[in-house]
């Protein structure tokens, strides 16, 4: 069965960076395109991220330019550098696949930024 890890979140001042990782198994992360979300509080979770199996990035425009998301295939690993980070992307971060994630999501990683 997909089972989904995150790491890697924590406490940040605001301008500070993180990295975030996700080892993916159960078949989820070989051809699939797979993404980060993020879900604040009482808000919805949203797509943040996504890469292709060959590399090709999107970003939501919130974090375009200050976020880098990649993916080790033969680790089936997918990270997230996040830099310049700002209070307003304190959420939980959870890595699925894209643009249908599995109904197997993972406990998430919270990122905490202050101000």
């Known amino acids: 069965q997909v089972q989904l890890v995150e790491s890697g979140g924590g406490l940040v001042q605001a301008g500070g960076s993180l990295t975030l990782s996700c080892a993916a198994s159960g078949g989820i992360f070989s051809r699939n395109r797979m993404g980060w979300y993020r879900q604040a509080p009482g808000k919805q979770r949203d797509l943040v991220a996504d890469i292709t199996s060959g590399g090709n990035t999107n970003y939501v425009d919130s974090v375009e330019g200050r976020f880098t998301i990649s993916r080790d295939n033969a680790k089936n690993t997918l990270y997230l550098q996040m830099n310049s980070l700002k209070p307003e992307d304190t959420a939980v971060y959870y890595c699925?696949?894209?643009?249908?994630?599995?109904?197997?999501w993972g406990q998430g990683t919270q990122v905490i930024v202050s101000s």
């Open positions: 699925n696949a894209v643009p249908i994630p599995s109904r197997s």
